[in-house]
């Protein structure tokens, strides 16, 4: 069964959410329920999506307070039933036939998540640009996750079908069975320590872990007018920053054991120095977030053993996913 739903997390995003909010009104493989989470905002975000209301299956979730991505999504999740979940951002447009081909050969493929194709998006409507924005989700040796392609002008490469390691968390469709396998007690599916940002990453990485693979399929194209652009480095607000930093370290204590610290060596070492170098020095407001990341290090590294003692693939296997030459495969039977 295809049937698909889809939780919006939305905090100020009123500008753009009823051009997100209207694509999923005109899909081709309608949802059987949106679930639009409001987390606190301080604009008109909650009264346009309730705008929706009689021509969307739509759920308004108000909450009082800004809880994080992570929280306000797994909020939402727990409201689904259908056997696929979209995650979607509120500044992303999709194409009409995005659900109905994403879905479509996910399931024919018995992937456990997938990306479609984004492309930045610009203004109130979401206006497309032939611009990349992920074209699924590649990892590095150093422990860094990046959207495949970001901020460049499309490839063919970007055309073909592929296994990547995850989806972007701007649009990610996954399976139910697949949500439910790697969720921590109580139905966290994204680990809530996490906040915002990276939250995508670790989810993939435990999915992987759990055999899970995710499948990148251009023919679904959506629309993201993306905030922090990867190709802008380290230009964000000094909040974003503090939890990228903290988040680099919390994504690798839940996910990396010994033999990826081996396979992927000295990589992420050098990555940690050039990290911590740059709280001491250029980046001080960043500070505060390593130190956040060593007070919940136990806390982590224990999640960390838990997934390690759950996983069906080994660490050699999933770091091979970090090295050069395998961190997107060609699909076999595209």
């Given amino acids: 069964m295809n049937a698909v739903d889809v939780v919006v997390v939305t905090h100020n995003h009123a500008m753009t959410l009823a051009a997100c909010l209207q694509s999923l009104l005109v899909q081709r493989l309608a949802p059987q329920q949106v679930v639009v989470v409001d987390n606190a905002s301080q604009d008109d975000s909650a009264g346009v999506a309730a705008g929706f209301g009689a021509s969307l299956p739509l759920e308004v979730v108000r909450l009082h307070e800004n809880t994080?991505?992570?929280?306000?999504?797994?909020?939402?999740?727990?409201?689904?039933?259908?056997?696929?979940?979209?995650?979607?951002?509120?500044?992303?447009?999709?194409?009409?036939?995005?659900?109905?081909?994403?879905?479509?050969?996910?399931?024919?493929?018995?992937?456990?998540?997938?990306?479609?194709?984004?492309?930045?998006?610009?203004?109130?409507?979401?206006?497309?640009?032939?611009?990349?924005?992920?074209?699924?989700?590649?990892?590095?040796?150093?422990?860094?996750?990046?959207?495949?392609?970001?901020?460049?002008?499309?490839?063919?490469?970007?055309?073909?079908?592929?296994?990547?390691?995850?989806?972007?968390?701007?649009?990610?469709?996954?399976?139910?069975?697949?949500?439910?396998?790697?969720?921590?007690?109580?139905?966290?599916?994204?680990?809530?320590?996490?906040?915002?940002?990276?939250?995508?990453?670790?989810?993939?990485?435990?999915?992987?872990?759990?055999?899970?693979?995710?499948?990148?399929?251009?023919?679904?194209?959506?629309?993201?007018?993306?905030?922090?652009?990867?190709?802008?480095?380290?230009?964000?607000?000094?909040?974003?920053?503090?939890?990228?930093?903290?988040?680099?370290?919390?994504?690798?204590?839940?996910?990396?054991?010994?033999?990826?610290?081996?396979?992927?060596f000295p990589f992420w070492l050098l990555r940690d120095a050039v990290v911590v170098a740059a709280c001491l020095t250029v980046e001080r407001s960043s500070w505060p977030g390593l130190a956040e990341a060593l007070a919940l290090r136990q806390q982590q590294r224990a999640r960390g053993r838990a997934n390690a003692r759950r996983a069906t693939v080994t660490g050699w296997s999933l770091a091979r996913w970090f090295l050069p030459g395998r961190r997107v495969r060609p699909l076999e039977c595209p």
């Avoid at 203004?123 to 074209?135: I, R």
């Avoid at 499309?154 to 969720?183: I, K």
Wanted: with cysteine; charged share 25%; glycine share 10%.
């Fill in 68 to 264: 994080g991505f992570a929280a306000a999504a797994n909020r939402g999740v727990r409201r689904l039933r259908s056997p696929w979940v979209l995650c979607l951002n509120p500044d992303c447009r999709l194409e009409e036939e995005f659900l109905e081909h994403l879905v479509g050969a996910a399931a024919r493929r018995g992937a456990g998540a997938a990306s479609g194709l984004l492309l930045r998006g610009r203004g109130p409507t979401l206006e497309g640009t032939d611009t990349v924005d992920s074209a699924g989700m590649v990892m590095r040796a150093s422990g860094r996750h990046l959207d495949r392609g970001a901020g460049r002008r499309l490839r063919p490469a970007q055309l073909r079908p592929a296994w990547v390691f995850g989806a972007s968390g701007a649009a990610a469709l996954y399976r139910r069975a697949a949500l439910e396998d790697v969720a921590y007690p109580g139905g966290e599916v994204f680990d809530e320590t996490f906040f915002a940002y990276r939250e995508d990453a670790d989810l993939a990485w435990r999915l992987q872990a759990r055999g899970w693979r995710c499948l990148f399929w251009p023919q679904a194209r959506a629309w993201h007018a993306r905030g922090l652009k990867p190709e802008a480095h380290r230009r964000g607000s000094p909040a974003i920053n503090r939890h990228s930093v903290r988040n680099r370290f919390l994504l690798r204590w839940s996910n990396a054991d010994w033999r990826w610290h081996v396979a992927c």
